[in-house]
């Protein structure tokens, strides 16, 4: 239970909070969920909210939904929050549920942060979710496939909030200058490029972007009754320097095509500069990651296995920490793939099976290699005839697998870098017993 004191005006509360919208005309962002006609729009103007999870990360208004919620729905809301909170917590806010439930009214309880509630307090919640005492609304950072009792999880509707486009970022920042909740009533001046700086520096997070624009302002330079806000300031206020590199431009694309070549020329050291001007200038660690991770398989592929699980791992701590911790694992994967031996095999072999795929698009599955779970299917001979490898001696059968117009195309095409000479030499042998059994 919180105290009220004399210091509790609106104008000491943080921009973020002075902002968060009172109802679904003032969100931005989340479309996918809230645009005309979408699920979760009908679910809250409609007054028919059912169990469900909040699932994105932080800032992009999960807490903000369920405030809005609050304001929309007839039925009781209780705020509830899993860092500060334990099982006697939980049964008191059940009891006072179960009280309004005898009395024919609905009960909404808002566990913000859920993930952080242990087993048995997340199975405190099933009994009265199942009986319908409480629609439990929970918001997580965290995959709640992983984080929330399977049993809890079946009962509630995941949605699936994204990250906020530095646009949309942009238009809370603008409304936050004309709004008299945030800075309308002042002077202020800041144009829409520096505004964008901020956009980008919050990497989706709206509360961020909020508390940037508040820190910039307060530390603007007066000038008559004006506060005037210069990159020179954002620049202090954030500790980056704005590099030259636009999310949305032609220098993003220049520099994760420079990181991607330096990996690929062996430079680990370009790699590592180039990583760090695209972490420090505010780029998403997860877009960086899935770049690595598709250099894994396009560049380095059999010659070196390992290197998909280092770039897959070195996404997934991503994922786990975020920045600035992150940038470590990062650097180990980046690092990792330009030492690693070279082979662009995988990419040649789809491009060139592409192709043929394409042109070919008619071509029918050879009959011997067709499912046949139906008797109609086995009459028409789907599968007669299939060899299965595992019965064979030397696990290798002479069985044609590919459509007759294609019958000895070859795709794969092995290197002698590193690994991929043993895979080279495999390829080989199989190739040669096949030559040689083709008859059988």
């Not at 794969?412 to 042998?429: A, D, F, H, S, V």
Request: hydrophobic residues 40%.
């Amino acid at each position: 239970m919180e105290e009220n004191t004399l210091f509790d005006t609106d104008e000491n509360r943080p921009l973020a909070a002075r902002l968060r919208p009172q109802n679904l005309q003032e969100f931005v962002g989340q479309t996918q969920l809230l645009g005309p006609n979408r699920v979760l729009r009908r679910l809250i103007e409609n007054d028919k909210i059912s169990s469900m999870i909040f699932w994105g990360p932080p800032g992009v208004g999960k807490t903000t939904l369920a405030r809005i919620i609050a304001n929309q729905t007839k039925a009781a809301f209780i705020d509830f929050s899993a860092v500060n909170s334990g099982i006697k917590e939980i049964r008191g806010v059940m009891q006072r549920a179960e009280e309004n439930r005898r009395y024919g009214s609905k009960t909404i309880v808002f566990v913000d942060e859920i993930h952080r509630f242990n087993k048995a307090q997340q199975d405190a919640f099933l009994p009265f979710v199942e009986k319908g005492s409480i629609i439990l609304i929970g918001a997580t950072t965290e995959n709640p496939s992983f984080e929330i009792n399977g049993a809890l999880l079946s009962r509630c509707k995941v949605f699936v909030l994204q990250a906020l486009k530095p646009e949309e970022i942009l238009t809370l920042l603008q409304r936050a200058l004309r709004d008299d909740r945030g800075f309308g009533k002042e002077k202020i001046k800041i144009n829409d490029d520096l505004l964008l700086l901020i956009a980008n520096f919050a990497n989706g997070d709206a509360r961020m972007a909020l508390s940037t624009l508040e820190m910039v302002v307060l530390n603007g330079d007066v000038q008559n009754d004006t506060t005037v806000v210069t990159k020179e300031t954002i620049e202090q206020c954030t500790s980056k320097k704005s590099l030259l590199y636009d999310k949305n431009g032609e220098e993003h694309y220049n520099i994760i095509s420079a990181l991607h070549k330096s990996m690929r020329n062996s430079d680990p050291d370009a790699a590592v500069y180039w990583l760090a001007r695209m972490l420090e200038a505010g780029e998403d660690p997860l877009y960086v990651a899935r770049r690595v991770v598709r250099f894994a398989a396009e560049d380095v592929g059999l010659a070196d296995p390992r290197a998909l699980e280092v770039a897959v791992a070195a996404y997934q701590a991503c994922h786990f920490i975020g920045m600035p911790e992150c940038n470590v694992h990062l650097t180990e994967a980046v690092v990792y793939m330009s030492m690693a031996p070279k082979s662009n095999a995988m990419e040649v072999a789809y491009l060139s099976a592409r192709q043929d795929a394409v042109e070919q698009l008619a071509d029918p599955v050879p009959l011997v290699i067709r499912n046949a779970p139906t008797k109609l299917m086995q009459n028409l001979s789907y599968g007669k005839g299939y060899q299965y490898a595992h019965d064979a001696k030397d696990k290798l059968t002479n069985m044609q697998c590919l459509p007759d117009s294609l019958e000895g195309r070859e795709y794969y095409k092995p290197t002698e870098q590193g690994l991929e000479i043993r895979y080279k030499e495999r390829l080989k042998q199989i190739k040669d017993w096949k030559r040689k059994h083709k008859d059988d």
